[in-house]
């Protein structure tokens, strides 16, 4: 009887794949620094355009709500049509977006122009990630997945840096302007050294299954958004939020009645993908709750300028890099769990470290908790990703990443949220306005900005002073529920996540479809 023939080789690695992770890494990088640069141009466009505060709301919003709704979608669209088209249609997109947004003469056209880049972003984020899977060997994917979180993480700060540092310069498009050339690079980077790849049983897009999706996810963020400012009990916030319930409900529903869903639910029978996925999603809640109050602390409490603020940020970026270089060989040696229980323990430790600021601190206090909340973050959510893809396998990867990346997105419209109620609660309970006029203390409890306004124009200095305590009394109370809910999100990552050694990616199913992965000349 004839020995059975050799199973085939595994194919080479594309020798090129590291230079593509760049190309994917700059895509990720424009997107990620668009997410911050607006707010340093925010009041500069808005008085050149005359835009009151509900179209300046909906100028930051637009982006925001269309990214978290289209994601879901996007990942499936990419999967089917393939994920290099997909990742340069959507910067192309961007970079038409952009464009549009730099020409306008009007708040109705930024909006637009807005929307239609978090469109554009929603479908450059889960692609960046789906390619990993298709373009490195498993031993590689951490590390490549390390890079594209790291590019992630360091547009926050740079976009403010970047934003002031144009607006020093040049008028408020060059925000925009400031795109189009890194978007260029990016497409002709990502068409030279990308190879395609898809899944060739990629079902059609369900139409009713995008719908149900994007409008609960819209209606999801944006209630989160409004429930803050306009009361929880607002009928607009209620009827967003219930609604949001009902369509998501009708999806997950339908999802389970289909064979290629585009929630697809199976994902998170996998009980690494699915703790993988709630880590990931913990953090970023803890992470927005830091990023919301930093900003203002500098600026109104310190008196940094944008690009002062952005630059404060970057001790924050080394500790990132610092556990993204390190990550790797921790999850070798102590495994996922070990490495993002640990991250998540730094990270509260630092954010209670940051809860004891005082008003008399300067930025040096600052500087020696933020490096720990960049390493903690990088053990933890750069870990977190990487241990979900590895349990996808590649024809799945545009809707698993799709959907880590939604999660993430849900995650940190609800700390911001969350957080923006505790700040607020705290900022107008410890604000001193004995001896205002109603209306006078009602603009300051407002917010800080609108305090210091206050208090120049009046000529009250101590009205500033009380302001900037009450600020920094709220800052401190979110930095201490962020860090409490840090430790608890440890704890249960500790006791229920499984660490599977040597766990990379299950071995396809016999008869399974495999990846189709196309050259990419």
Do not use: K
């Amino acid at each position: 009887m004839p020995a059975p023939a050799p199973a085939p080789a595994p194919a080479a690695p594309d020798p090129r794949r590291w230079l593509a992770l760049v190309a994917v890494a700059l895509s990720v990088l424009v997107i990620s620094f668009d997410l911050t640069i607006l707010n340093v141009a925010l009041p500069t466009l808005a008085a050149d355009l005359h835009a009151d505060t509900g179209r300046q709301q909906w100028i930051v919003d637009a982006y925001t709500v269309v990214f978290a709704a289209a994601m879901l979608p996007a990942g499936l669209l990419g999967d089917r049509i393939g994920r290099r088209r997909t990742l340069t249609v959507g910067l192309a997109l961007f970079g038409l977006a952009s464009a549009v947004g730099m020409l306008a003469d009007s708040p109705g056209t930024v909006i637009a122009a807005r929307t239609a880049m978090g469109l554009a972003a929603a479908l450059v984020m889960p692609m960046s990630l789906a390619v990993i899977p298709g373009l490195f060997p498993a031993a590689e994917q951490r590390r490549a997945t390390a890079v594209l979180s790291t590019a992630l993480a360091v547009g926050m700060p740079f976009g403010p840096l970047l934003g002031g540092l144009l607006l020093q310069h040049y008028w408020w498009g060059s925000i925009f302007l400031i795109n189009l050339p890194l978007v260029a690079v990016g497409i002709a980077a990502c068409l030279v050294l990308l190879p395609e790849s898809r899944d060739p049983a990629a079902p059609r897009i369900d139409l009713l299954g995008a719908v149900l999706g994007a409008g609960g996810l819209a209606a999801l963020t944006y209630g989160i958004i409004e429930g803050p400012g306009r009361g929880w009990s607002n009928p607009l916030v209620l009827g967003m939020l219930v609604g949001s319930v009902s369509a998501i409900t009708a999806l997950v529903l339908r999802s389970r009645g289909r064979r290629h869903p585009m929630l697809d639910l199976t994902l998170l029978a996998d009980p690494v993908f699915r703790w993988s996925a709630v880590a990931a999603t913990l953090v970023s809640i803890v992470l927005f709750g830091a990023f919301f109050v930093l900003p203002l602390y500098f600026q109104s409490v310190l008196g940094t300028d944008a690009f002062g603020t952005g630059l404060r940020l970057m001790p924050m970026m080394g500790g990132l890099l610092v556990a993204a270089r390190l990550g790797e060989r921790l999850v070798a040696r102590f495994g996922p769990r070990g490495v993002i229980t640990a991250g998540l323990a730094v990270l509260a430790a630092a954010l209670l470290l940051g809860s004891r600021t005082t008003p008399a601190d300067g930025y040096g206090f600052a500087a020696l908790w933020l490096p720990l909340v960049g390493a903690g973050m990088g053990l933890a959510i750069i870990t977190a990703t990487g241990s979900a893809l590895l349990t996808l396998p590649p024809h799945r990867a545009g809707v698993g990443s799709g959907l880590i990346q939604t999660l993430r997105q849900v995650g940190g419209a609800i700390g911001v949220a969350a957080f923006g109620s505790v700040l607020a609660a705290g900022y107008r309970g410890a604000l001193d306005t004995a001896g205002l006029p109603a209306a006078a203390a009602d603009t300051a409890g407002q917010s800080v900005v609108a305090a210091d306004s206050l208090a120049a124009t009046l000529g009250e200095s101590a009205l500033a002073s009380s302001a900037h305590a009450a600020y920094v009394h709220g800052m401190d109370s979110v930095l201490l529920a962020a860090g409490l809910l840090a430790i608890l999100s440890a704890v249960l990552i500790a006791a229920r996540m499984p660490d599977p050694a040597g766990a990379l990616r299950p071995a396809p199913a016999p008869g399974e479809v495999t990846e189709v992965a196309e050259s990419s000349v």
